[in-house]
């Protein structure tokens, strides 16, 4: 069957429009799927529930503390995670460089320690050559830190020793 003339030279066109659209959706897409699949397991805490990239980062806009610098982040992670009756929560961004994700922890340790929250102040303390801050609120412990361009934040209950290890298997596989 011969081909109309029209109906090649409208195949040939939707063909470098979609490719056009494609190039232009991935340049100006701005997650770089840093954050491709977490952990199916941290310290005995199984993996419950995730969302990445555009997702996880749609829910990430609304927390207060990164909405100042939505133009420097380039991925996200929203993780859920169990273990008996304990439960593990983590957000993680990533920044375009490890400048922005420090800042931005130094800003969430400014706030945390100053304004009237459900938090109590954070603590400094170094676990895996890292520098966290703990504390507690809402029924949970809180651990933010840096690592890299990665901004992590982690709500979690159980025993010491499960945050400890849960924390510990954090920064070295996020």
Wanted: proline residues 3%; negative net charge; hydrophobic residues 45%.
């Amino acid at each position: 069957m011969k081909m109309d003339k029209r109906v090649t030279i409208l195949l040939i066109v939707s063909i470098v429009l979609a490719i056009a659209g494609i190039i232009y959706f991935q340049s100006n897409n701005r997650v770089n799927n840093v954050f491709l699949e977490p952990p199916k397991e941290l310290a005995g805490y199984i993996l419950v529930e995730y969302r990445s990239g555009e997702e996880a980062m749609a829910s990430l806009a609304k927390i207060h503390f990164f909405l100042t610098t939505q133009e420097s982040i380039v991925d996200g992670l929203v993780a859920i995670y169990a273990k008996n009756q304990d439960v593990a929560h983590i957000w993680a961004v990533a920044y375009k460089s490890p400048e922005e994700a420090k800042a931005m922890t130094q800003q969430m340790y400014s706030k945390m320690s100053q304004a009237e929250t459900p938090y109590t102040p954070p603590v400094e303390n170094i676990v895996e050559g890292v520098t966290v801050y703990t504390g507690v609120g809402n029924n949970m412990h809180y651990i933010f830190y840096y690592k890299d361009n990665k901004v992590i934040w982690i709500s979690i209950t159980g025993s010491q020793g499960d945050i400890d290890s849960f924390v510990a298997q954090a920064i070295a596989r996020l």
